[in-house]
């Protein structure tokens, strides 16, 4: 079956530096993957779509790559801030309607 | 009201009762999905309807019904459900026919007591 992995449950950084999330999945290969916000009490909100014959993706101050030799992804925030603090999610498309998530990683940015 | 909108926002019931929870969505997509989102667990995807056609049922538990009257409206019949249901239950739409991009409501969180 499809498996993602985020690559830590918490990540914690100073504010201003760059904060990386992992993404490897396994026993797929995805046409696109997502990646999400989700705060406390709240639904995930779409941040980024990256798709299998894109290598990056850029929105502001977050950056998507995806290597799917790899089977990984990686997202990057950077110049962070506070206001960044959040989980992360990761999302994987397996085909028809079906996305499968990560458990997510919770970012932690220290003023 | 824009977005998608989910009541009630907290729900406790019993074993033995039946309730309903209610998804709206105002963006005019033609998919809407219920999720289920358990403490520390990945979102698992329940159902997927389509143009009002269920396309998608991910093995739920009949104590879990479902319902898409229209495009805008979705709802999940709740009927005997065990402590283990406990949990925020999300749903999205999305417009297209790959479930891309997803926007979700805010959840309604579910305790079975």
């Known amino acids: 079956s499809q498996k993602i992995e985020q690559n830590s449950e918490a990540l914690n950084i100073q504010e201003g530096k760059t904060a990386t999330l992992t993404c490897n999945y396994t026993n797929y290969s995805p046409a696109y993957l997502q990646w999400y916000r989700q705060d406390p009490g709240r639904g995930p909100v779409f941040l980024l779509l990256?798709?299998?014959?894109?290598k990056e993706k850029r929105k502001e101050r977050l950056k998507v790559t995806f290597d799917t030799t790899l089977k990984q992804s990686l997202f990057h925030i950077t110049a962070s801030q506070p206001a960044d603090s959040a989980t992360y999610l990761c999302?994987?498309?397996?085909?028809?309607?079906?996305?499968?998530f990560g458990a997510g990683t919770r970012l932690f940015v220290k003023a | 009201e824009t977005g998608v909108t989910q009541t009630p926002r907290h729900l406790v019931m019993g074993m033995t009762n039946k309730k309903s929870l209610k998804c709206e969505q105002h963006l005019g997509h033609n998919a809407m999905y219920w999720y289920k989102q358990s403490a520390k667990k990945p979102l698992e995807l329940m159902f997927v309807?389509?143009?009002?056609?269920?396309?998608e049922n991910n093995s739920v538990p009949s104590r879990f019904s479902p319902e898409c009257p229209n495009s805008s409206h979705l709802f999940l019949h709740l009927h005997t459900l065990q402590p283990e249901d406990s949990a925020l239950y999300l749903c999205a739409s999305s417009q297209g026919s790959m479930g891309e991009k997803l926007f979700f409501g805010s959840g309604t969180q579910l305790s079975v007591l």
């Open positions: 999302a994987l498309h397996t085909g028809g309607f079906k996305t499968i």
């Open positions: 309807y389509s143009l009002e056609e269920r396309v």
């Open positions: 990256i798709r299998e014959n894109e």
